[in-house]
């Protein structure tokens, strides 16, 4: 199903707007997790490997509602975590909508027929159902049989009810480009659009031996590419992130285009990497060392391409320079030929691990807030005792 046109024209016009007010740094999709919990624990993720204490908490309806009004996004993308294990997601998507934010809420979609009747039908409020490949590839990715099968059933019975339901892939070594293409042909089959990008190197991912390099990710891509000439593959991004992908465009991470909030605060610098958490939105954009993140700046940025740091600085290259963007649609993904200059990594700054002092300040608050919760307690018990 295609990106409907109202929507390219908000986010346009979103767009315009930021360039004619001067704006160096704005946000244009809010990476909204509201939970870390999954009901699965995919063998590529870095993003369940917390204490129980944490896995258990929650953001409020209140808190994630707040921070789409703080941010000011257009776009508000839900992962997780598996949000549909969140109580009051229904609450959260329908106040986002009320809003009138475009809402992706990305589901491994094992709950997803079940909680249905959470949600209505709305031009803002898309499903974003996560399968890695077809069958084999994808339940082998997320460690479980059967997941494919629930998956693509509930995207049948959500599609029947009049929702928008596109699919997400992350893509790591050893995917071939045949099987990507029988996957995307299955996807055209389906009915649905599809979003990939290569998987991120999570340092804490329990499988480390199938992220794509940069120079990996191009040829896979150039060659998926080739595969679907002619073809009527939906992609949900842009040309210009296609183009990057296939090694054509010479981007630049754009990491504040995309920005993370999450139990922790507003997370530093991008949804992938948590190098420390700001309390406001504003913290964020203000305080957050820019400059010192991205490939060929940072260690742990070297080999990524992943949609949340270069979509965004493909929107805005599209909106610079519409004549190069209007190219490479009429054009289609070039996949012969050199590739742009890759970025040098000579004078990257090495990686700091901050992982494990990031979780331990944070099970410190939940003990000390805790503590406080069980005194504040005690405290009006022995009142009304007292009382009494």
């Given at each position: 199903?295609?990106?409907?046109?109202?929507?390219?024209?908000?986010?346009?016009?979103?767009?315009?707007?930021?360039?004619?007010?001067?704006?160096?740094?704005?946000?244009?999709?809010?990476?909204?997790?509201?939970?870390?919990?999954?009901?699965?624990?995919?063998?590529?993720?870095?993003?369940?490997?917390?204490?129980?204490?944490?896995?258990?908490?929650?953001?409020?309806?209140?808190?994630?509602?707040?921070?789409?009004?703080?941010?000011?996004?257009?776009?508000?993308?839900?992962?997780?975590g598996e949000p549909l294990i969140h109580k009051d997601i229904g609450a959260i998507v329908k106040g986002l909508v009320a809003r009138k934010k475009f809402v992706s809420l990305c589901t491994n979609a094992l709950l997803l027929e079940k909680k249905l009747h959470l949600f209505e039908p709305s031009p803002y409020l898309f499903f974003s159902v996560h399968l890695d490949g077809l069958r084999e590839h994808h339940d082998r990715s997320v460690s479980q049989k059967g997941v494919f099968d629930k998956a693509v059933s509930a995207i049948k019975a959500a599609k029947a009810k009049g929702f928008t339901v596109n699919v997400n892939a992350t893509i790591f070594d050893g995917h071939s480009a045949?099987?990507?293409?029988?996957?995307?042909?299955?996807?055209?089959?389906?009915?649905?659009?599809?979003?990939?990008?290569?998987?991120?190197?999570?340092?804490?991912?329990?499988?480390?031996?199938?992220?794509?390099?940069?120079?990996?990710?191009?040829?896979?891509?150039?060659?998926?590419?080739?595969?679907?000439?002619?073809?009527?593959?939906?992609?949900?991004?842009?040309?210009?992130?296609?183009?990057?992908?296939?090694?054509?465009?010479?981007?630049?991470?754009?990491?504040?285009?995309?920005?993370?909030?999450?139990?922790?605060?507003?997370?530093?610098?991008?949804?992938?990497?948590?190098?420390?958490?700001?309390?406001?939105?504003?913290?964020?954009?203000?305080?957050?060392?820019?400059?010192?993140?991205?490939?060929?700046?940072?260690?742990?940025?070297?080999?990524?391409?992943?949609?949340?740091?270069?979509?965004?600085?493909?929107?805005?290259?599209?909106?610079?320079?519409?004549?190069?963007?209007?190219?490479?649609?009429?054009?289609?993904?070039?996949?012969?030929?050199?590739?742009?200059?890759?970025?040098?990594?000579?004078?990257?700054?090495?990686?700091?691990?901050?992982?494990?002092?990031?979780?331990?300040?944070?099970?410190?608050?939940?003990?000390?807030?805790?503590?406080?919760?069980?005194?504040?307690?005690?405290?009006?018990?022995?009142?009304?005792?007292?009382?009494?």
């Open positions: 199903m295609p990106i409907p046109f109202f929507k390219e024209l908000r986010i346009g016009g979103y767009l315009v707007k930021q360039k004619l007010l001067g704006r160096k740094r704005y946000p244009l999709v809010l990476m909204l997790e509201p939970l870390f919990r999954c009901n699965l624990a995919c063998a590529g993720c870095g993003k369940i490997d917390y204490p129980d204490a944490i896995l258990n908490r929650r953001m409020s309806v209140k808190e994630c509602l707040d921070a789409a009004d703080e941010c000011g996004a257009p776009m508000v993308a839900i992962p997780g045949e099987e990507i293409a029988k996957f995307l042909d299955f996807c055209t089959e389906l009915g649905v659009g599809v979003s990939m990008s290569p998987g991120y190197a999570y340092e804490r991912a329990p499988d480390q031996e199938h992220f794509l390099n940069r120079t990996k990710t191009k040829r896979l891509f150039r060659d998926v590419f080739a595969l679907g000439r002619g073809k009527k593959w939906n992609f949900m991004h842009s040309g210009l992130f296609l183009d990057f992908l296939a090694g054509n465009q010479n981007f630049e991470c754009t990491p504040w285009g995309m920005p993370a909030r999450n139990i922790f605060g507003w997370q530093k610098p991008c949804y992938l990497l948590g190098e420390g958490y700001a309390k406001t939105f504003k913290e964020l954009m203000e305080t957050t060392d820019w400059d010192s993140y991205g490939t060929g700046k940072y260690e742990k940025c070297a080999n990524c391409m992943a949609h949340c740091g270069y979509e965004p600085t493909a929107a805005i290259a599209s909106l610079s320079n519409p004549l190069k963007a209007m190219w490479v649609s009429l054009r289609g993904i070039r996949t012969k030929g050199p590739m742009a200059p890759e970025i040098d990594l000579s004078s990257q700054r090495p990686a700091q691990y901050i992982f494990s002092e990031q979780v331990q300040k944070k099970l410190s608050e939940i003990r000390r807030d805790e503590t406080l919760a069980a005194q504040a307690k005690a405290a009006a018990q022995q009142k009304t005792s007292t009382a009494a």
